[in-house]
């Protein structure tokens, strides 16, 4: 009850298309607890945590971190909006933390206080307030996808927060839903919440709300004032003189604390308490004060003598009558190498017992640091950075002591990962599928008819052909490249190939073909089906300069040439291309190709261009387009040497490897930012050159290393490879 209101709430839970009679496992409200900060008095929480993104944790896991929500938002002082701040980023680094790294979600919050409403979204979900004959919704328009489907909690570790406030008064109705009433026309929304009863009003949304669908309807009602109950005190005439009786003795109450209002600490690495090394180092100085050090000694050398005169005994028994026996020297030096023996295990021992008390004294110092990193506050991102780091670096020492020990790998993976979340870094495994010898050095590699890889070695200009058994595992290994330079095809020699692409049609003269460019002009096409290899000489190449990429579109073959500053485009005529290139810039086009590096076009004939310092632009017609990279963790790429276009998935993307910061970059058409991939050994990408892309399958090249990726999997950061 909130002033003269009372907020009734009913739910609205739907799963597979079917009403469940349940509130959804996400839905919260929890008043002011005893100890609640100070400004959270008299406020009411309400909240709705649904599931977001490819995994679904079970219902425990929602109802935990909506219960962490209230508790964060009650434990918070200032403004409102400055608690649903607290609250929700409280949830966003618990779900980016170890245990729900793998999970995303979406929450909505609502606090009342008196007759305003504050609210706080994250995540695909809404709002609605039916106010009279007004229905009001946030975002204003459900139709606009890009409003509406926000990124999940879980997702970066700025949660983008979108607040609202309302004002708020008898009769009205105010939802906390997930997208599943987006579809609804607003008339038939307007209608529906337009019941008497939130039971009727739950009964009309049932049938217009998507298969899966969670909301929580608060409905505004008059709250009902109880009738003063007023007890009149009988007076009990007393004697003259009588003594006043004795007070009542009042029963003692048992104190019961309230719930805590602070957050349950979020898993990780536990917190050791100093209480118990303390006990331990004082009662082992008590031991050594107490106990005489000369009854130690005496009883060490007891004990040594005699397990001397038993090991004596067992190798120098007494001789018997005639028997031969033992030289005296022999005897004697056996009596003085034995004990020296035993001195130099037992001090091998002290000096091991020694290093591994100092190396369980360095893990807890490590521990230590973790925990204060782990402590920094959440807005303190770069104070946050920089402990997490050292702690990472004084793992890396402490493992040169003892490598592999699991205490040091499990607060490594912490730290990694606490790290990644900030830089929006996405770990993946990357199986190797082909190591080749040291004197290649991969390039560009694709992916035909999901069975036959095609790796291009830029230092021997040769390319092989391997054919894969499963999207992660080689089945058939090219011992010989299918071409090379010096290798003889049809009238030409091979010299220098920069470049390869797969053609369906074009002016080659086999069809579904791997075609390569060569820097002489010299066009060579392989056909699996029609094998050997053919090639043609292409005209017009005294224009070229230095040629570094060869693309298809339409048919038409494309040709980067930045020593030229031009993109060489050829017509088809029937299985050639017998004529000189057309020029792509024109001469009124302005442009500075000389540090590009590749490029892609799309199906609408648009040409990205990748230069070596990580910009990407856009031309059409030879027309340079708007078009910026934005939303990168860090401003902007820090290099660039390859870039795939996927225009076959649902979602098209651009994939952009940039070596120096070991990452595959995907983007948008329109440019924007959407993952950030890592091999999970942080040395396996230390040469990236080149990447292909089949649905959620990277094939990705590495120095001499052929690797996959699924960008699909979930995995913790893995500790370095040894």
């Known amino acids: 009850m909130i002033g003269e209101l009372d907020a009734q709430v009913g739910h609205l839970f739907v799963v597979g298309g079917r009403a469940v009679s349940a509130k959804p496992p996400g839905a919260l409200i929890m008043t002011s607890p005893a100890r609640a900060a100070r400004g959270r008095e008299g406020d009411t929480f309400y909240t709705l945590v649904t599931p977001a993104g490819a995994e679904q944790a079970q219902a425990a896991f929602y109802e935990q971190l909506a219960h962490m929500a209230a508790d964060h938002y009650f434990a918070t002082t200032g403004g409102v909006t400055n608690a649903l701040r607290e609250s929700i980023t409280g949830a966003n680094e618990h779900l980016l933390s170890g245990a729900g790294s793998r999970y995303q979600a979406t929450i909505v919050c609502m606090v009342l206080r008196g007759r305003e409403a504050f609210t706080a979204r994250v995540g695909p979900c809404l709002t609605l307030l039916k106010a009279g004959e007004t229905l009001s919704s946030a975002p204003d328009d459900l139709r606009d996808e890009y409003a509406l489907n926000g990124l999940p909690l879980g997702y970066s570790p700025s949660p983008d927060i979108k607040l609202g406030h309302y004002d708020v008064g008898l009769g009205q109705v105010l939802v906390l839903s997930d997208t599943g009433l987006a579809a609804i026309g607003r008339d038939q929304l307007a209608a529906a919440l337009g019941g008497d009863t939130l039971n009727v009003m739950v009964d009309a949304l049932k049938p217009l709300a998507a298969p899966r669908t969670q909301a929580m309807l608060i409905h505004f009602a008059l709250a009902p004032v109880p009738a003063p109950s007023i007890a009149v005190p009988i007076p009990i005439p007393l004697p003259i003189n009588a003594a006043a009786p004795a007070a009542p003795k009042l029963p003692t109450l048992i104190r019961t604390e309230p719930r805590p209002s602070t957050p349950p600490p979020s898993p990780g690495i536990a917190r050791e308490s100093p209480i118990p090394r303390l006990i331990g180092n004082i009662r082992h100085a008590l031991y050594l004060i107490t106990r005489p050090f000369v009854v130690a000694f005496v009883f060490i050398l007891t004990s040594i003598a005699r397990v001397l005169n038993g090991i004596l005994d067992r190798l120098l028994p007494e001789p018997e009558d005639g028997s031969p026996h033992i030289p005296a020297t022999v005897a004697a030096g056996a009596a003085i190498m034995i004990p020296v023996l035993i001195v130099f295990v037992m ?22 640091q973790a925990n204060q990193a782990a402590a920094v506050p959440t807005t303190n991102i770069d104070r946050a950075k920089t402990l997490w780091q050292a702690v990472i670096q004084r793992v890396d020492e402490a493992d040169k002591l003892h490598p592999g020990d699991p205490v040091l790998a499990q607060i490594r993976a912490k730290a990694q990962g606490i790290l990644d979340s900030f830089a929006s870094v996405t770990r993946r495994p990357a199986t190797p599928l082909r190591s080749f010898n040291a004197s290649v050095r991969l390039g560009a590699v694709f992916v035909q008819g999901g069975t036959d890889v095609y790796t291009l070695d830029m230092a021997g200009s040769a390319i092989y052909r391997d054919t894969l058994q499963q999207p992660a595992l080689i089945g058939t290994r090219g011992t010989q490249p ?67 990429a060869v693309r298809s579109w339409q048919d038409r073959l494309y040709v980067l040439d930045p020593g030229a500053n031009q993109i060489w485009r050829y017509l088809p005529s029937g299985t050639t291309y017998p004529n000189a290139p057309e020029e792509y810039f024109g001469s009124a086009y302005q442009r500075q190709l000389s540090s590009a590096v590749d490029f892609a076009i799309d199906d609408k004939g648009n040409v990205y261009i990748l230069f070596a310092d990580g910009t990407l632009k856009q031309y059409n017609a030879g027309a340079e387009q708007a078009f910026t990279l934005n939303g990168l963790p860090d401003g902007k790429l820090k290099s660039a040497n ?59 090249t590495a120095g001499q290393v052929l690797y996959y990726l699924n960008t699909g999997e979930v995995t913790a950061p893995a500790t370095p490879a040894r």
């Open 347 to 368: 001090v091998g021992l002290r000096l091991s017992q020694v290093d591994e008390t100092n190396f369980e004294k360095l893990v807890a110092q490590v521990q230590d």
């Open 482 to 548: 299918i071409v090379q330079s010096g290798s003889a095809v049809s009238a030409f020699s091979v010299k220098h190939i920069v470049s390869m692409i797969w053609m369906n049609e074009g002016g080659i003269r086999n069809s579904h073909a791997l075609v390569a460019l060569d820097t002489q002009g010299i066009l060579v096409s392989y056909s699996p089906t029609f094998a050997p290899a053919i090639a043609q000489q292409l005209q017009g190449t005294d224009q070229w300069v230095k040629p570094v």
């Open 642 to 700: 390859a870039m795939y276009l996927d225009t076959i998935s649902p979602l098209p993307a651009i994939f952009v490897t940039d070596p120096v910061d070991q990452s595959i970059y995907e983007f948008t058409l329109a440019g924007v930012f959407q993952a950030r991939f890592r091999a999970s050994d942080p040395n396996a990408f230390s040469k990236l050159s080149g990447v292909f892309v089949n649905g959620s399958s990277l094939y990705v």
